[in-house]
């Protein structure tokens, strides 16, 4: 892959699979969550219009602050899940709850790609998938350098990559803040991002992933600007 590979660790191959219990105590919490970012930032939500109905779809927002895991999932009622630390499922209760929010274990810094397979397996359940492109939180406004594991999952089974700009989740809670400020946080959904059709050997080639990943850079940088305009924190203008 990229800069950062990833791994799962032994039993977790499958994406962890979630139950009818954790599900519904997702749809619990996310209402919770929602409603709750909705009077504390006054969240709007822009281009829902483009968020699938049906089937599995990759989410790739730009990634600026801790927030942007729970406020994303405002896009849809439909159950996200992501990636997390593996350190997080040691214990059995945490574990479990984690799950139930959508997240999966995965062990960063290593070489195997295991990760990437637990990705592909929630996307072959037909699951949505969040996946940050930039890898982990950066800072300013501009997208920083991305990794190709959105693009190469998108490619390996034909899904959709859903790009996102957020806006001022940085202002709210930048890295090292303890606190969260109140201020007005917006999502802008752009189209859907559809991969190349794979070639007749069902292989995926390095210069089609990252063209796709080159042009999923720019789509978020564009709803990343419009995201911050509209939340009234507009990013500089670039030469």
Known sequence: MTREELHVPAGHT?????SRTQKAMYAVVRAAIHGACKVWFRLEVHGRENVPRSGAFIVSPIHRSNLDTLVVSAITTRTLRYMGKESLWKSRAPGWFLTAMGGFPVQRGTADREALKAALACVERGEPL?????GTRQSGPEIAEMFDGPAY???RTGTPILPIGL?????SMPKGAKFVRPVKITIVIGEPVVPPPPKESGRVSRKAV???TDQLGQRIQELFDEAQALAGNPNPPRP
């Open 167 to 171: 806006g001022n989740t940085e202002a």
């Open 153 to 155: 999952v998108a490619c």
């Open 210 to 212: 990252r063209e796709l």
């Open 14 to 18: 499958n994406g962890e699979v979630m």
């Open 130 to 134: 969040v996946m940050f492109p930039e």
